[in-house]
C-alpha cells in the first residue's frame, strides 16, 4: 500500500523564521512528488517534483525532491503570517493517482 | 489556466436524499478526475478515479453503489451521493488531472455537504 508521511505535523513559528517541512513516501510506480497549501477551502498547486536534486523555487518557496532517499523537503525563509496553512504533500503514480500525506499545519505568529 | 469549478459549493440536505455534485475544468480537457472526501482536520482520503468515457475505479472501501461517478465528457465529472445519511457529511473535493501523465492535479473549491 501507498504511503506518504509528513512531519512535523504542526508547527508554530514568528513572522521572519524559516521552516523545514518534510515528506517521505513509499509509492509504486512513483512519477512526481507533489506539494500543495491549504487554506480553508481546497488545496493549491505549489510544485511538482520529478527529477532528484533539482531545486525548483517560488518566491521564498523552494522545495527539492531525494528520489534515492525517498524524501522531500519544503522551505520556506522569512515566513509570513499568509503563510499560514496546511502544506500537503502526495506521491503520485504513473497512471497520475495521488497518495497523499497527512498533512503539517503551520501557524506563522506575528 | 487550469481552473476546476465544483458545484454547488454548500449542500444541505435531508436524509434519504440523492446530491449530485458537479466537478469541471474550465480550461483545460482532463480525461482523468480525482475525488477526495476530506473530514475536519484529516488529510484527503482519495474516493475514486473518473476516466473519461469509462467506469470509476473506486478505493478500497468506498461504496460505488452509494456514490456514483460519472465521467460523461472531458471537462465534467460528476458524483452524487445516494440515499444521504447524516455520517456522510462531509467535504468533498474534486481534482482534474493536468500534464502529460495528468500527475499536477487542480483542485476545485469543494463542497461541503450537510445531511440532516
Known amino acids: 500500500e501507498d504511503k506518504v508521511v509528513q512531519s512535523p505535523l504542526s508547527l508554530v513559528v514568528h513572522e521572519g523564521d524559516t521552516v523545514t517541512l518534510n515528506c517521505s513516501y513509499e509509492v509504486t510506480n512513483f512519477r512526481s512528488l507533489l506539494w500543495y497549501k491549504q487554506e480553508k477551502k481546497a488545496p493549491t498547486f505549489l510544485f511538482m517534483l520529478?527529477?532528484?536534486?533539482i531545486e525548483k523555487k517560488s518566491g521564498r518557496l523552494s522545495s527539492i525532491l531525494d528520489k534515492k532517499e525517498l524524501f522531500s523537503i519544503l522551505n520556506i525563509t522569512a515566513t509570513q503570517t499568509g503563510d499560514s496553512a496546511i502544506y500537503l504533500c502526495a506521491g503520485s503514480t504513473n497512471a497520475g493517482k495521488s497518495t497523499f500525506g497527512d498533512g503539517t499545519t503551520l501557524t506563522v505568529k506575528p | 489556466g487550469a481552473v476546476v469549478s465544483q458545484h454547488p459549493s454548500w449542500v444541505i440536505c435531508k436524509s434519504g436524499t440523492s446530491v449530485k455534485i458537479e466537478c469541471r475544468s474550465l480550461d483545460f480537457q482532463a480525461t482523468t478526475m480525482f475525488w477526495y472526501r476530506q473530514f475536519p482536520k484529516q488529510s484527503l482520503m482519495l474516493m475514486a478515479t473518473?476516466?473519461?468515457?469509462?467506469?470509476?475505479?473506486?478505493e478500497q472501501g468506498v461504496e460505488k453503489d452509494k456514490f456514483l461517478i460519472n465521467h460523461a465528457s472531458l471537462t465534467l465529472s460528476t458524483l452524487t451521493v445516494t440515499s444521504a445519511h447524516p455520517e456522510d457529511s462531509s467535504f468533498y473535493i474534486c481534482?482534474?488531472?493536468?500534464?502529460?501523465?495528468?500527475?499536477?492535479?487542480?483542485f476545485g473549491p469543494g463542497t461541503r455537504l450537510l445531511v440532516l
Open positions: 481534482s482534474a488531472g493536468y500534464g502529460t501523465f495528468q500527475e499536477t492535479q487542480y
Open positions: 520529478t527529477s532528484s536534486g
Open positions: 473518473s476516466n473519461e468515457g469509462s467506469k470509476a475505479t473506486y
